[in-house]
Structure formats: C-alpha cells, structure tokens
C-alpha cells in the first residue's frame, strides 16, 4: 500500500495506519492495499493510496502526493503551484453503486480513450486511475463469412489477462441480421470507467474495476454463450474447436436483478475474484429475461434496444505508464504529432511488463517485448519505473533459473489456477502463474538489451548497480535471487550453448542452435508452416547468437559478472567464430538460367496469375535458406526471406568480404520484385518460396499463411533500421568497413534502404498491423487483411490484433533523410 505524503507540512508516517475518529465505535474500518482505515478520515485512491481529510475536506490525490485544491493543482503527476485550471476533474469517476461510501475515489487525469475501427470489428480502448480495458464489438458486415463473423462483445484486461466475452445470434434465426454497436449516450466516447470500492465482505478485498457502456441491438438477440474469466479462456473457444469448461461455465451464476436488468456473476478457481457483466434496459427500451432449455443450458433473451452495459472485475491491478511516462524526455513531442500510436503504446505499457498486442495478446511474451524495446529504445522512458526497465525486469522475473532461459508466454490469472488444479496442485500454489520455455531465440536478446541499456545510456549507467540488486519479487520461481544473479544465469547458459561451435574445429551443423526435439517452432516464425519444419534456425545461428555474445563481452569488460572475467575475451572470441561462420551454412546459390526457370514455374504453381518478373534475372541469386533440416528429409529450406534483418540490425560483422557480399544480397533481394525477390507493392515479403523446387514449397508458403508470402510490421521496421545502422558504419567507423568504399555496393545499399522506405511510406495506413497480406486483381498488388482470407487448409481462421506492440516501432523507427 502506498500512503500519500501532504505537502502541507504534515508529514504521515508509517506503514499500517488505523486512524482513530474521535467516536471510532460508531465507523467501520476499510480496506485500502494493506491498509486499514476510517472514511471519515481518509480517502482511499486507486485502492492502495491514503490521502487525509483535513477539517472535512477530503485532499486529492497527485502521483505520490495529497493536496488540497485551493493550495495546488496537479499536472502530470506532479504538484503544481499556484492552484490553476488543471485542478482534478472528477471526469473520470467511477460508476458506483455503493450509496454508503463516504469517499468516492476519484481519478486526478483524465481518462485515455482511443476508437480503432477494423470491421468486422470496432475497439475501443478506455484507461483512467482505476484499470484499462479495451472493447472489441463485433457485428458482421455484409460481404462477412456468417460462419466465422457472429456478432459478439468482448472486454479484455490486461490485470490477470482477464476478460469477458458474449456470443449473441439473432433471434428471428437468421445470421447477419443482428448488429450490436455501442452509444456515446450523452459523451463523446461510448466506455465510462466503472468502479467500486471493496465491500465489507468482499472476497478479495480489491475494488471491482472495469467499464459500463450503452450497447444497442437492432433486433431481438440471443446471448447464447457467455465466458467470464480468462482470455486465454475465451481464445481456447475462439481458436479452438468452441470448447467450453464446464469447471468454468457452471461457476457462473444468472440473476434477474431488481432493476430490470441481469448479472452473470462468476467466482475465479482462486476462490477470491470474481467476474460480473451485466445488461440493464435503458428507460422505456429493451427487456431481458434468462431462458432455461430442457439441458438446462441457460441462455439470455434481449428485446431490440439500448441497454447499460457493464463489465468488471476485483482484481489487483497493473500500473499504466501513461503517455507521457512511457517516453523520454526528448520524445514527448510524439504524444502530440504521433498521438495515435503513442496511446496505444500507453495502453500496452505497465510498469510491471509491456504487453504483446490488443486484445488477444494483454500479457508478457518475451520476444515481442524484447525487440519492441530494441527498436524503440530511441524514444522509451528510462530509469526506475521506465519503460525500458520494466521490459528487462519482466523477462528476468520469468526466467527459468535452472536452465537459463527466457520466458516466451507467462500464464496468469485464473488461466493459471485452472492448470495447477489440472495438475493436482492445490491451496495457494494453485494460484501460481506459469510461464512457457520452448523458444530458442528470445534467450539471446537479453544481453543486447542489456548493453544498450546498461552501457550505452547514461540513465542505464547509473541505475546498474541499483537494479541488478533488485530481488525477485514475483512467484515465477525465482524469490531470493537477485536481477543480477538472474542476468548472469541467461549469460552463463548463452555462453555454454555457443561453445561448442565456437571451438577450435568445432564449426559444423551438429554444434549450431537447434530448436528444442519435441518442438516444431522456437523463433519468431512460430506457426505450422513456419521455418518449414527446419531445426537449425537462420535468424538464431547467424544473428542473434553473434549478438548476444559480443553483449555479454562488452557488459564483462565494463565489470559485469564478475565470476566470469574471461568473458570478455572468450565471448568476444566466440563471437568472432559464429560471426565469421555460420552464414555459410545457409548459403544458398542459383545460377541464372536455373533461377528463370524455377521462378517461371512457381508462378505457374501458385496461380495468382502474377508476372514471373524472370526476365529481370541478370545474375545469380543468392540468399540465405530460412533453415537446415526440414520437412521431407530437404537439407535446407529454399525459401528467400528478411531474416537478414537480425544480422544487419543486431552484429557490426568485421569479415569485409563477407560483409560486402552479405550486403549486397540483402539489397539484391530487397530491390527485386516478388517473386524474383521480396518486394511487393504492400512491402517486402518475409518469405518467398519461390526458389524451392518442389511444388509444397508454393503450397505451403501461401499468402493466408500466417509466415507466408505477407508483410510484417516490425520486419519493415528492423530491415529498415539495420540498413541504416549498416551504412552509419561508413562514417562513424575507423576503418570503414571495405563495402563503403565500394560504390556499386554501397549505392545498392543505399538503394535498398529508399526502396524498403518508399514501400513503408506508400503502405502507410497499415504499418500499425501486426501482419498484412494481399490479393492481386486487374494486374495490381493490393493490400487485404490477412484474417479476410480463408485459412490454409486444416487451420482455424486467426483473428488479428488491431494493435500489437512490436508494430509501433515507428515511433523510434523513421527514414534518414540524408542517405536519400
Ligand atoms: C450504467 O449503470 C451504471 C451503474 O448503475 C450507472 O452508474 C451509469 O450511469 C449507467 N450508465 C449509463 C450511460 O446510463
Ligand atoms: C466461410 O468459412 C468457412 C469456415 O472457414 C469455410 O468453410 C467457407 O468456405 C467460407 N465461405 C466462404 C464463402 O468463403
Ligand atoms: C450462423 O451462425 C452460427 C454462429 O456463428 C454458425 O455456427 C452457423 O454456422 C451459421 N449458419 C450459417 C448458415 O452460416
Ligand atoms: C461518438 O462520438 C464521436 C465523437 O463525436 C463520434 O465520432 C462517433 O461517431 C460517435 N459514435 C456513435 C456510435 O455515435
Ligand atoms: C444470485 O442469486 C442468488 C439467489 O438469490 C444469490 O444467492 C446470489 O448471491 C446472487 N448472486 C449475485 C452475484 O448477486
Ligand atoms: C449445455 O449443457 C450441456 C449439459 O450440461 C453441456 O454439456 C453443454 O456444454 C452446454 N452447452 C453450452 C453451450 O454451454
Ligand atoms: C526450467 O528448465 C529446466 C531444465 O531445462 C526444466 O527441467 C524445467 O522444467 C524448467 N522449468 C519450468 C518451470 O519450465
Ligand atoms: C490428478 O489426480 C487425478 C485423480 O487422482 C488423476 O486421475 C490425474 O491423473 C492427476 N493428474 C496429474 C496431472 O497428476
Ligand atoms: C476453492 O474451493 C474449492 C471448494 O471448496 C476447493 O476444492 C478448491 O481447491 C479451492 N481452490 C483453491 C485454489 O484453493
Ligand atoms: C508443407 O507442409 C506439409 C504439412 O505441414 C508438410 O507435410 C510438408 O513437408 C511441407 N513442405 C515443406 C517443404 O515444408
Ligand atoms: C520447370 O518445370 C518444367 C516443366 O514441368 C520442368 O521441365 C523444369 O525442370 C522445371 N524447372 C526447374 C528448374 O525445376
Ligand atoms: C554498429 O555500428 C553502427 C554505426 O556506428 C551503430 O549505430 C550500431 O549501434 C552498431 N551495432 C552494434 C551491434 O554494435
């Protein structure tokens, strides 16, 4: 619990306050955090922060301090002197019930608020003190696949990766004739933050936090499946075969409520948390009922019309970094000339960990967190309760201890306790959070995070020893260890994993990374068609181990693990050995008439009717295979691709023959048009099968598929910012690099970079998506969505996050004009 401080010369101390009114028999005590109090005395903020009342005037509260409104305002946080215009509005104020409470906290910003309409689907984002939650309404469209598109209306949190979902159908039977949309009512934005402080007998003890929103139904609907809890929960339904757990679904409870209304009440596995959505008729409008079939499957029936709709939960909740916290100081101007990517990234960034994506993905995964802060490190708040530490401390929380290696998926919340019961594992171990190890990548983005953090900034410098000491504060296992006991076990696993390639005579196939046996993804490609079933991954051997290694020499010499003093030669010597090594491996040459002819053929196979663009083969193609060892016993997987990203933006390679023909490959192929190489007219492709030679080659790199023939966002983005870092080398280097020198190489170099930012900038709507695909129609490239396409063959459609952390790399990531 935090208790405010008063800048009154009142000065609060200690940790427990019960604070007595003269009459305290009369009060009852509350909950604040930890804290007990009497209302009469206090007001409890955002459920864990005391601000005094003084003389029956209640103080407000302003980031870590209280203050009475005649004496300050509060801007930003911070307290501001004289009192002005920006005094706390109660613009954001909850939508209690509790007639009883004497103190209604209040927000002293105001709330965040943010429409991305993606039909099918329109989300809505609300934020203020209290919680965060998107919305995502969905209501078919007329060209929509009635099959895949239901209308549905979804709230997720990013507390506990929690939510609520409700599956309607038309009443009348007749699929596509219901529509659902939210109204601004009296405002400007449908969401209204909801909020009620614990009840005396609650559960959980924390305030019930979420939305209230009006929803209207253009016909009578039915509510036939509801899922409160989880959104893993609810994505098991919507990806999956439409399970539901009965150990979820019977735990619901179904009440008419004396205001018309019904509530869906749900307690948690935990036994302490409970879910609650409910529908209320709007004067004069709709009427709602609960039907009972002869399975006893319990379903709800709405009237056309508005109801008030609100979703929430009791549940401790994460610290959003707002807009202005998540930047540094030099980056503030975004807020205002980049807003809309700037409240996304506010919405997906905590203090506690940056989220993934929204809404499927409100939870840590470590790569996307890893790379997003690579990127966008530029612009990212530092220091304590930054952004950029948040992101390092999240992953060295969930590291598994024993092995090494980084967390990819955390499992929290209810999703949590339900695989522990399944596990037989009871009482409060239950409720422990879990994580996932099966990637071979995100291991080694670690240490360059790290160095550019801790070494290259001065805010990192002086902030090292005060966060390695930090304990481990969360239940992932690793309690009594130290960030920098945890840093040194990653390093100390990454320098054991490299060895054996890195010794002398040791550079073969069996010592390079291999994704781990009884897995069929380990790298960012992580789906069924993926690397083409390869076990020896290009972006891992030849970039990120590279990189990770000359970070754990550099983070030595500067005194870090101070049990490994070696390190700084041998890592910086093993490096060397998979920087100069390893592309070799991946190596793949076609002549020219070869080249012609296998891309004749493909476009043939794929049948999209495209140019072949053969004729402009004037050379042999050259790139690098995706990995060694897939499907059908093939050596290698033939498929070109932009994995050369990791090597360009991760590793200053010193080999200058190697460099200058690794260079001029990358901008080769960048340069070429699809499917001679990867660009296309919606960006650059991060596969092209082109050169396979065996027709499951264009069957399986598809442009549905979700690694296929598409564009990925952070792709453009981290191609574009290692073309630039490659050709900075030029002048900030001594000696440049020999590409420098050699014109034709570094003029394609050059070319490439304008052509990938040529291509970013005409694709410009889309650049926030994760992934997009395209359909080729009256001979043209155009953009389409890669979720309106059908799934390949033996998949579920995926629906797509309209926001995804990783693809709001623009905010740091933008074109050098001087190498235009
Ligand atoms: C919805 O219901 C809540 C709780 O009763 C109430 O506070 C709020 O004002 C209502 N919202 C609208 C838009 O009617
Ligand atoms: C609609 O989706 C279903 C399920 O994926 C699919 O079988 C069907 O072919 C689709 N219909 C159209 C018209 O695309
Ligand atoms: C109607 O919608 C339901 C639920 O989305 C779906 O299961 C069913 O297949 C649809 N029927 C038709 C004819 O599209
Ligand atoms: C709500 O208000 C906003 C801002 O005025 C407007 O753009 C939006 O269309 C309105 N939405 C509805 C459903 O009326
Ligand atoms: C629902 O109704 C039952 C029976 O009246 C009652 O025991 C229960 O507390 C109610 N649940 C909620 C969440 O109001
Ligand atoms: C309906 O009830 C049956 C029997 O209790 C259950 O197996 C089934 O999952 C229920 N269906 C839904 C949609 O809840
Ligand atoms: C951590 O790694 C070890 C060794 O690979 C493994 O046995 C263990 O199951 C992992 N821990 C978790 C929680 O996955
Ligand atoms: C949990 O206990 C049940 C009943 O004793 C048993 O059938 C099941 O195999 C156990 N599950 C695990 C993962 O141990
Ligand atoms: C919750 O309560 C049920 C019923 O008493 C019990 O079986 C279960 O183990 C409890 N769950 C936890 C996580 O303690
Ligand atoms: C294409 O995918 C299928 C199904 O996963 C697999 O059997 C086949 O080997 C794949 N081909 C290649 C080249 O990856
Ligand atoms: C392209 O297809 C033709 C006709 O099937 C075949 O003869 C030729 O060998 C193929 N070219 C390559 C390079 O596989
Ligand atoms: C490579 O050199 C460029 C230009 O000096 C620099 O911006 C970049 O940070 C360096 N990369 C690494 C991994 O050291």
Redesign the pocket.
């Known amino acids: 619990m935090v208790l405010g401080s008063l800048l009154l010369g009142l000065l609060l101390g200690g940790a427990r306050v019960v604070a007595l009114p003269q009459d305290s028999s009369e009060e009852e005590l509350r909950d604040c955090g930890e804290a007990r109090y009497y209302p009469s005395m206090y007001t409890c903020y955002d459920g864990d922060f005391l601000c005094p009342i003084l003389n029956g005037e209640p103080t407000l509260r302003c980031g870590e301090d209280c203050y009475l409104p005649e004496m300050y305002s509060c801007s930003n946080g911070e307290l501001v002197y004289p009192p002005g215009s920006s005094i706390a509005t109660a613009s954001a104020i909850s939508t209690s019930t509790s007639s009883s409470a004497t103190s209604v906290p209040t927000c002293t910003e105001e709330p965040t608020t943010q429409w991305l309409s993606d039909p099918p689907y329109e989300n809505y984002f609300y934020s203020d003190c209290h919680s965060a939650s998107q919305v995502v309404v969905t209501s078919p469209l007329e060209d929509s696949n009635l099959t895949i598109i239901g209308p549905r209306l979804l709230v997720a949190w990013p507390a506990g990766n929690s939510g609520v979902v409700g599956f309607f159908s038309p009443q009348n039977g007749v699929n596509g004739s219901l529509a659902i949309r939210l109204e601004n009512g009296t405002s400007t934005f449908p969401l209204h933050g909801a909020y009620v402080e614990a009840a005396a007998d609650s559960l959980s003890g924390y305030p019930f936090v979420g939305i209230s929103t009006l929803v209207n139904f253009n016909s009578s609907a039915v509510l036939t499946v509801p899922i409160m809890g989880s959104i893993r929960n609810i994505r098991d339904f919507t990806e999956g075969p439409s399970l539901v757990y009965p150990v979820f679904q019977d735990a619901i409870e179904w009440n008419e409520t004396d205001d018309g209304g019904v509530l869906l009440s749900r307690l948690w ?3 302490v948390t409970t879910t609650q959505m409910s529908f209320v008729p709007t004067s004069g409008e709709g009427s709602i009922s609960i039907q009972t079939n002869d399975q006893g499957n319990r379903t709800l029936e709405l009237a056309a019309g508005t109801y008030n709709f609100t979703a929430w939960f009791d549940y401790p909740q994460l610290t959003q970094l707002n807009s202005s916290e998540v930047l540094n100081d030099q980056s503030q101007g975004l807020i205002e000339s980049q807003s809309g990517q700037t409240t996304s990234l506010s919405f997906l960034s905590y203090s506690e960990k940056l989220l993934a994506g929204a809404w499927r993905f409100l939870t840590y995964f470590g790569r996307d967190s890893m790379i997003a802060a690579l990127l966008l490190q530029p612009v990212l708040s530092e220091g304590e309760g930054g952004a950029i530490e948040a992101v390092i401390a999240a992953v060295l929380e969930r590291l598994n201890k024993t092995s090494g290696i980084v967390c990819h998926e955390e499992t929290i919340g209810d999703y949590a ?1 339900f695989l522990n ?1 399944q596990d037989n594992i ?2 409060p171990e ?2 422990r959070p879990g994580c996932t190890y099966q990637m071979v990548d995100t291991d080694y983005y670690l240490a360059p995070l790290m160095e550019n953090y801790f070494l290259k900034t001065e805010t990192g410098r002086s902030r090292r020893e005060a966060f390695f000491a930090t304990n481990s504060s969360l239940d992932f296992g690793n309690m009594g260890l130290t960030y920098g006991e945890l840093a040194l076990i990653n390093a100390e696993a990454v320098v054991k994993n490299s060895a054996p390639f890195a010794q002398s005579g040791g550079q073969t196939k069996d010592n390079l990374i291999h994704l781990e046996e009884d897995q069929l993804v380990g790298e960012w490609r992580d789906s069924t068609y993926g690397i083409g079933g390869g076990r020896i991954p290009y972006d891992v051997n030849t970039g990120l181990v590279p990189a990770a290694l000359r970070s754990i020499s550099a983070l030595s010499s500067a005194g870090f693990f101070p049990s490994h003093p070696d390190w700084q030669q041998t890592a910086a010597a093993y490096a060397q050995v998979w920087e100069d090594n390893t592309l070799q491996f991946f190596q793949i040459t076609i002549p020219i008439a070869e080249a012609k002819s296998l891309v004749e053929n493909y476009t043939q196979t794929a049948g999209h009717d495209f140019p072949s663009h053969a004729d402009d083969i004037s050379a042999d193609i050259v790139f690098h295979g995706l990995a060694l060892d897939g499907n059908n016993n093939q050596s290698i997987v033939r498929v070109m691709n932009t994995d050369d990203c990791f090597r360009l933006f991760l590793t200053n390679t010193t080999n200058n023959e190697q460099l200058t023909s690794f260079l001029n490959q990358s901008a080769n192929n960048i340069l070429a048009p699809f499917p001679v190489g990867l660009s296309n007219p919606v960006g650059l492709l991060v596969a092209n099968p082109a050169y396979g030679d065996d027709p499951v080659y264009a069957a399986n790199w598809t442009n549905n598929a979700y690694h296929g023939t598409v564009v990925w966002s952070w792709q453009l983005a981290m191609t574009g910012a290692g073309l630039q870092r490659q050709l900075e080398r030029c002048s900030a280097s001594t000696p440049a690099p020999a590409f420098c020198q050699d014109e034709v190489v570094r003029g394609n170099v050059r070319a490439a970079y304008n052509h990938l930012w040529d291509l970013i900038e005409a694709n410009e709507p889309y650049i926030n998506n994760e992934v997009w695909s395209w359909l080729y129609q009256d001979g043209e490239f155009t953009f389409e969505p890669l979720g309106a396409l059908p799934p390949p063959a033996g998949l579920n459609p995926t629906e797509s996050n309209v926001r995804q952390l990783w693809s709001l790399t623009w905010l740091a990531v933008t074109r050098d004009e001087s190498l235009r």
């Open positions: 596995l935990d036994n306790t019961l009871t009482g239950a409720l």
